[in-house]
C-alpha cells in the first residue's frame, strides 16, 4: 500500500515529466507564425494525457508549467520578443496554458467524452490567446484592414486548430489502444 507522502511525491514527478514533455514536443515546430504561435508535434497532449490520469489540479499545475516552459522557448526561438507586458505574459502562458488540464473534468473512459472535453480545452486556450490580442496587440499593432477586430480570432485560429487537429488524432489513439491509464 502506497503511503499519501509517496503517491504525492509520484504526482509531483509526473507533473514535471508531463511538462518537460511537452516542452520537449512545443519545440518541434512544422509551422510558426511570425507574431508566434505555432503548429507543434501535439504539444499539448502529455498535459491532457496527465490530467485524465491524475485529475484537473495535476493538469492545470502541469498546463500552467508547460506554460512557462513556452514562455521561455519562444524568447529563445523567434527573432523577437512577442511580449508587451507582464499581464499577457500571465494570460497568453500559464493560464491559456493552463487551461489544457480542465480536460481532467472529462476523464470517463469514453472517447467521445475525452475528445469533448479535448476541444473544450483548448477552445477555452484559443479565448484567452484572442483576448490577449484583442487587449495587447490592438495597442502595439494596428489590426490588418482586410480583417480588422476579427484579426486575434482569425490569427490564433490559424494554428491553433490545426494543433486541435493533430492533438485530438494523438489523444484518440492513446484512448483506443488503451494506453491512457485511468486506474494509476
Not at 512544422?30 to 505555432?38: E, I, M, N, R
Not at 522557448?73 to 500559464?94: G, H, K, R, T
Not at 472535453?117 to 484567452?128: D, E, K, P, Q
Amino acid at each position: 500500500m502506497e503511503d499519501a507522502a509517496s503517491s504525492k511525491t509520484k504526482v509531483l514527478a509526473e507533473i514535471i515529466v508531463f511538462s518537460a514533455l511537452s516542452a520537449v514536443l512545443y519545440v518541434i515546430r512544422p509551422f510558426s507564425l511570425p507574431y508566434g504561435g505555432s503548429v507543434t508535434l501535439g504539444s499539448m497532449v502529455p498535459v491532457a494525457w496527465l490530467s485524465l490520469r491524475r485529475g484537473v489540479y495535476a493538469g492545470v499545475i502541469a498546463g500552467a508549467i508547460f506554460g512557462i516552459l513556452a514562455l521561455f522557448i519562444d524568447v529563445l526561438l523567434l527573432p523577437y520578443s512577442p511580449i508587451a507586458n507582464p499581464m499577457q505574459v500571465f494570460l497568453e502562458y500559464p493560464l491559456a496554458f493552463g487551461v489544457i488540464g480542465l480536460t481532467g473534468l472529462f476523464h470517463r473512459k469514453s472517447s467521445i467524452f475525452i475528445m469533448t472535453g479535448f476541444a473544450i480545452s483548448v477552445f477555452l486556450r484559443f479565448l484567452l490567446h484572442a483576448i490577449a490580442g484583442y487587449i495587447f496587440w490592438a495597442y502595439i499593432y494596428e489590426f490588418p484592414s482586410e480583417w480588422g477586430v476579427l484579426w486575434p480570432l482569425v490569427y490564433n485560429g490559424s494554428f491553433l486548430l490545426v494543433e486541435f487537429i493533430i492533438s485530438a488524432i494523438l489523444i484518440f489513439v492513446l484512448v483506443k489502444k488503451g494506453t491512457l491509464n485511468f486506474a494509476l
